[in-house]
Structures are given as C-alpha cells and as structure tokens.
Nanobody
Framework: QVQLVESGGGLVQAGGSLRLSCAAS????????MGWYRQAPGKQRDLVAD???????IYLDSVKGRYTISRDNAKNTVYLQMSSLQPEDTAMYYC?????????????WGKGTLVTVSS
C-alpha cells in the first residue's frame, strides 16, 4: 500500500522560513510528478508547486521567488523550502504524488501538515 507522509510544518513568525518534507513509501514502481498544495480555512485547495521526475517545476505566482520545490528520487521524497513567509501563507499544506504501483497509475495524497505564520 502506498502512502505519503508530510512533516516540517509549524508556527513561524512573518519573514521566517520552514522546510516541508513528504516521503512516499510502499510498493512503488515509479513516481511521476510530486507537488504541494495548500488549503486555508474556507478556501479551495490550490497548487503551490509541482516538480516532474525530470526536475521541471511550476509555482503559484504568489510564492515565486520565496518557495523552492525539490525532490530526491532515491528517497522518494519531495521538499518545499519556504522563506519570507507571510500570514497569508498560513494553511494546511498537502503533498500529492502521481505514483505507479500494483494498483496502476494513481494520485496519492498525504494527510497534510499545518503551517501557521504569525504577524
């Protein structure tokens, strides 16, 4: 069974930094894209950043220049380095990966890690 586990969230002051990690485990044949989404209370879940297995990246406009997504394919892990954090970045951050396993090619989600930025 494939699962994603996020870590690294927490409380940080405005202007601070955090690094999120998301590790995929289980009977994994291959991982295509890996990405981070966020959802603030009462709002929709938005794509924050995504990275392909070839290393191509995309970012939400509001985080460009502040966030960096990276991945370690040997560890099946994706990271999100967040800097210059602002209160509007406060949200639950979710990891998503497109994984091929015995169940075929599917999207898998983590349970989320909370990021709170105080002013």
């Amino acid at each position: 069974q494939v699962q994603l586990v996020e870590s690294g969230g927490g409380l940080v002051q405005a202007g601070g930094s955090l690094r999120l990690s998301c590790a995929a485990s289980g009977s994994i044949f291959s991982i295509n894209s890996m990405g981070w989404y966020r959802q603030a209370p009462g709002k929709q879940r938005d794509l924050v950043a995504d990275i392909t297995n070839g290393g191509s990246t995309i970012y939400l406009d509001s985080v460009k220049g502040r966030y960096t997504i990276s991945r370690d394919n040997a560890k099946n892990t994706v990271y999100l380095q967040m800097s210059s954090l602002q209160p509007e970045d406060t949200a639950m951050y979710y990891c998503k990966a497109v994984i091929r396993s015995w169940s075929g090619k599917k999207d898998y989600w983590g349970k989320g890690t909370l990021v709170t930025v105080s002013s």
